[in-house]
């Protein structure tokens, strides 16, 4: 079971309501619990006869992985060529995105806000803990790159802004 497998059965549980599902393969255990505040605690066990295992989920993964990124640019040259020209604001953490500092306001930018550095961003959600993450540049926000609520990975593309 790869990585994108087990992030859709976590959002598949987390919409279904249910409290806890367990799932047992032949070399992976999970188990993925949902509280009342609606957070997913996701728990992989590796079981002991997986050993050997291991390595042959990462070897697909990684193969089909390179061959969509060459298609992909390959295709939409002008694509990279636009985007190269913007600079990307990436997560410095792992969390859950929000573009709003609550639910009831106003989000913080919008596509086509020109910000500051240090005008904030949005917020991500770790450990109960929401962190404001500034602007290390000034521009024009061209896109928002992530849904709003959404888990985020460190180093994952948040926005892209015109420095000009």
């Known amino acids: 079971m790869d990585l994108k497998e087990i992030q859709n059965l976590i959002k598949f549980v987390a919409k279904s309501g249910a409290s806890e599902v367990k799932l047992e393969m032949d ?3 999970i188990t993925i619990r949902t509280g009342s505040d ?4 996701t728990i992989i066990q590796q079981m002991p006869s997986a050993a050997p295992a291991v390595p042959q ?3 697909p993964v990684a193969a089909p992985t390179q061959d969509v990124v060459t298609p992909a640019a390959a295709g939409t040259p ?4 636009e985007d190269s020209k913007y600079i990307t604001v990436k997560s410095p953490i792992i969390g859950t995105f929000y573009r709003k500092p609550s639910p009831d306001k106003p989000n ?3 596509v086509g806000d020109t910000i500051n550095e240090g005008d904030v961003l949005c917020v991500i959600e770790a450990m109960k803990l929401f962190n404001e ?3 290390e540049v000034s521009g024009k926000i061209v896109k928002v790159l992530v849904d709003d609520s959404s888990p985020v990975e460190f ?3 948040l926005f892209l802004v015109d420095p000009s």
Do not use: N
């Open 108 to 110: 913080f930018i919008e």
């Open 27 to 29: 070399d992976v255990k």
């Open 57 to 59: 989920p990462v070897a």
């Open 38 to 41: 609606d957070k997913e605690t």
């Open 78 to 81: 002008s694509a990279a060529d």
């Open 133 to 135: 993450i500034e602007s």
């Open 155 to 157: 180093d994952q593309p």
